[in-house]
């Protein structure tokens, strides 16, 4: 039986569990208990603290997680990424009062506060900086406020809860994140993981497709067919007028109302736009 951590809290819990349940896993999206089985895909979840999952997953009492990027490396644990899922994007980045620093340089010699110590101390290494991390648990806005900090480094999403601590940005991001499935590193094949990896990606190509299916006059298919190329090649079925042609083709889904304006500057009627809710490539 797979053994799957999932985050039980936290900004990447429900949005896991919404594509757990797009990819048939109904049980471990619907039910919120610390483990849940689902025997009908042999699979059992584990709902556990988003930052512990990396550790699990590393210590090889879960075969996959789904955590975030960050949370992985700051880790440091026996695990890699083995896709990324197209959710929960953050970044990790540095932020102090107006007059304190410009760029990360200029906070050599600083107290920096962080909860995320493993990827603050990477980077001052990676860097040559000479920095003093004072590590907390949780919330680190106001550590600058209270006198334990001269600057933070915290992940975010806008970084607004920064700005009304009175922080600027400093830099660029020290780490761009989003949600992860993670493996325990050297971890040999195994098909339960290839499959329950197959469906999430499946779901991932069904969020940013859609079927985009519309009729046109046979002289124009080539034409239409530049707009529309399908993922791989569009479907091309033969009318009862045979003037005409039906097509049918898998379109990104940011790009389908530019799409349906071209096809129907070239003629095509009858465009409709379809979900996909799963698919297999």
Not at 55 to 60: E, I, K, P, S
Not at 136 to 157: F, I, K, Q, S
Not at 233 to 259: E, G, N, Y
Request: charged share 25%; aromatic share 6%.
């Amino acid at each position: 039986m797979l053994r799957v951590a999932v985050p039980n809290k936290g900004q990447l819990a429900d949005p896991a569990r919404d594509m757990l349940r797009e990819a048939g896993y109904g049980r471990a999206a619907t039910v919120r208990e610390l483990v849940v089985l689902d025997p009908d895909n042999d699979v059992e979840f584990f709902f556990l603290r988003p930052k512990d999952i990396a550790t699990y997953v590393g210590a090889g009492t879960v075969d996959i997680g789904i955590t975030g990027r960050d949370m992985l490396l700051d880790s440091g644990a026996d695990a890699d990424e083995l896709v990324s899922l197209g959710f929960g994007e953050s970044a990790f980045r540095l932020a102090a009062p107006t007059s304190t620093a410009r760029s990360a340089r200029d906070l050599a010699g600083l107290r920096i506060a962080t909860s995320y110590p493993g990827l603050l101390e990477s980077f001052l290494e990676r860097e040559g900086l000479d920095a003093r991390v004072v590590r907390l648990e949780g919330a680190v806005e106001n550590a600058v406020r209270l006198g334990v900090a001269d600057a933070v480094a915290d992940v975010v999403a806008t970084g607004t809860t920064l700005r009304q601590a009175g922080l600027d940005i400093v830099g660029e991001p020290l780490l761009v994140s989003e949600a992860v499935l993670v493996r325990r590193r050297g971890a040999g094949a195994d098909a339960a993981v290839d499959t329950f990896v197959r469906r999430l990606q499946g779901v991932m190509v069904a969020r940013a497709y859609v079927l985009v299916d519309y009729d046109i006059r046979s002289e124009m298919v080539d034409r239409a067919v530049s707009v529309t190329p399908g993922f791989e090649s569009p479907t091309i079925s033969s009318l009862h007028d045979t003037a005409w042609v039906a097509v049918r083709a898998m379109v990104p889904r940011r790009d389908v109302h530019r799409a349906m304006d071209e096809l129907y500057e070239l003629g095509a009627r009858g465009i409709l736009v379809t979900d996909i809710h799963a698919c297999r490539l």
